[in-house]
């Protein structure tokens, strides 16, 4: 049987999993796909499923599996299927974001303020900060205070990150210092033909901005110049939690994983010029998507 423990936590992952994919009503949830996703067994995904049946949020059918009973834009993601606070890490993970974003959370926040808040025990509260503070959008302070770094808050500023991020890299990979790094482009292809192939219908939200994140990063660090790349991954640090904010249309990411890998082709081909051309218009392209959901 599973563990009751792990049954509030998969629950979280799966209604992230539906509103990521903008899945609608009456959409199956195949249970293996599930257990694949997640990287567990079968038992906790049936017993997630069992809950989340019982909240009106899934159907069963005989012989025939588990199907959406609601759309997933009308679940809330802070409160997926009516978890109390502290159930599930992805969950709070999602909370906080959220919370910051709105301004719910200040700018300076103690340890036992985020303990009361989200009703965590302080290891299990520290596991998700850490895991924040690695991604760059909060700072531990002496003592036990955390502090929220800076991010992008408007449409206005979401757009304009975009436009410096296109010139920043197109111009980045016209340096003449720039040189192509074997092992990173080696790296970049195998996880963009990856999400390319099938990645972009199952991995997190995170783990898709992750990826794209790296790949953009790794090309302006074959430019050798540390202002270059240390602007672009401050800019990726502010763009995170909009990014959160904004619906992913995962139908367009096998087109953009095709774009990243031309973007490879032309560089290795010799045709840096091109290349840097079509990185811009890449990245400009990406705006004109994005920006209106802000």
């Given amino acids: 049987m599973a563990r009751s423990s792990l049954t509030p936590q998969i629950s979280g992952n799966i209604i992230e999993f539906v509103k990521a994919?903008?899945?609608?009503?009456?959409?199956?949830?195949?249970?293996?796909?599930?257990?694949?996703?997640?990287?567990?067994?079968?038992?906790?995904?049936?017993?997630?499923?069992?809950?989340?049946?019982?909240?009106?949020?899934?159907?069963?059918?005989?012989n025939r599996g588990y199907f959406l009973a609601v759309d997933g834009d009308d679940l809330e993601l802070s409160r997926p299927d009516g978890l109390k606070d502290g159930d599930g890490d992805e969950v709070i993970y999602f909370r906080i974001a959220e919370d910051r974003f709105s301004g719910k959370l200040a700018e300076r926040v103690s340890e036992s303020e985020m303990m009361r808040l989200y009703d965590l025990p302080r290891s299990r509260l520290l596991k998700i900060l850490h895991r924040i503070a690695d991604e760059g959008w909060v700072e531990r302070l002496p003592g036990n205070g955390?502090?929220?770094?800076?991010?992008?808050?408007?449409?206005?500023?979401?757009?304009?990150?975009?436009?410096?991020?296109?010139?920043?890299?197109?111009?980045?990979?016209?340096?003449?210092?720039?040189?192509?790094?074997?092992?990173g482009f080696r790296h970049a292809r195998q996880v963009q033909t990856e999400l390319g192939q099938g990645g972009y219908q199952t991995w997190s939200r995170a783990d898709i901005f992750k990826a794209n994140n790296e790949f953009h990063e790794m090309l302006v660090a074959c430019s050798r110049n540390e202002f270059f790349l240390d602007a672009i991954k401050r800019i990726n640090r502010l763009r995170r939690l909009i990014e959160y904010h904004i619906t992913i249309d995962r139908s367009r990411l096998p087109r953009q994983t095709t774009e990243h890998l031309h973007i490879l082709d032309l560089v290795e081909d010799g045709r840096r010029n091109e290349a840097a051309a079509f990185l811009y218009t890449h990245i400009m392209g990406a705006s004109r998507i994005k920006t209106p959901q802000v």
């Fill in 146 to 183: 955390w502090s929220f770094r800076q991010t992008l808050t408007s449409r206005q500023s979401y757009e304009d990150g975009y436009a410096f991020r296109a010139v920043i890299e197109q111009q980045a990979m016209l340096l003449p210092s720039f040189r192509p790094d074997p092992e």
């Fill in 21 to 62: 994919n903008g899945m609608r009503k009456g959409q199956h949830l195949p249970l293996q796909m599930l257990a694949d996703t997640f990287r567990v067994s079968r038992a906790p995904i049936m017993s997630a499923l069992r809950s989340l049946e019982g909240r009106g949020i899934v159907r069963a059918e005989p």
